[in-house]
Structure formats: structure tokens, C-alpha cells
């Protein structure tokens, strides 16, 4: 059994920062490619920000220059550091691991951006 534990959303002004954490707890050996991805009201979930073991990173174009993935193996855990935040950031964030050939998800954060 594979859990994702996600944290540090919450409610932010515009042109602020967030940093989300996603820590993997279970029964396995190694983590693949880890990712962020969110869903706002009425609309699909979409990835933000990728990230493989070895490092290497992808981003939506909405979100490059502004927001930076990063992972520490060492401690199964994958973070999203959100600047500059934009009303349009808001959305459910939920983070994302691919483990033995499957991909998990953890419960979902809340980020909340007022303008």
C-alpha cells in the first residue's frame, strides 16, 4: 500500500508564495517520475510541474519562471514552490507518483489565491 500525503496549501494573496509537500509512505522500493498537477471548479485536471529521479523537470507554460518543482529522494518527498502567485493558480493541487508501473495520487490540497 502506497500513500501521498500532501501539505501547505491554504489561501494567499496575489503575487504571493506557497510551498507544497507531497511525502510517499508504503511498501515499495523506489519512486519514478513524481508530479503536481491541479483542477479547478468545472475544468480537467492538468499537470503544473514534473519532475523524474534523476531530476529533470517540465512545466506548463502557465506556470514556468514562476513556480519550481523539486524532490528529495532520500525522504520520498516532492515540493512545489509556487511565487508570484496569480488568481488563476486556484485550484485543488494534487500530487503524483508513478511506483512500479502505476500511478498514485494523494488526497488533493486546496490553494486559494485572492486578488
Known amino acids: 500500500q502506497v500513500q501521498l500525503v500532501e501539505s501547505g496549501g491554504g489561501l494567499v494573496q496575489a503575487g504571493g508564495s506557497l510551498r507544497l509537500s507531497c511525502a510517499a509512505s508504503?511498501?515499495?522500493?523506489?519512486?519514478?517520475?513524481m508530479g503536481w498537477y491541479r483542477q479547478a471548479p468545472g475544468k480537467q485536471r492538468d499537470l503544473v510541474a514534473a519532475?523524474?529521479?534523476?531530476?529533470?523537470?517540465n512545466y506548463a507554460d502557465s506556470v514556468k519562471g514562476r513556480f519550481t518543482i523539486s524532490r528529495d529522494n532520500a525522504k520520498n518527498t516532492v515540493y512545489l514552490q509556487m511565487n508570484s502567485l496569480k488568481f488563476e493558480d486556484t485550484a485543488v493541487y494534487y500530487c503524483?507518483?508513478?511506483?512500479?508501473?502505476?500511478?498514485?495520487w494523494g488526497q488533493g490540497t486546496q490553494v486559494t489565491v485572492s486578488s
Open positions: 519532475i523524474t529521479s534523476g531530476g529533470r523537470t
Open positions: 508504503g511498501n515499495f522500493f523506489r519512486l519514478n517520475d
Open positions: 503524483a507518483a508513478d511506483i512500479n508501473l502505476r500511478r498514485y
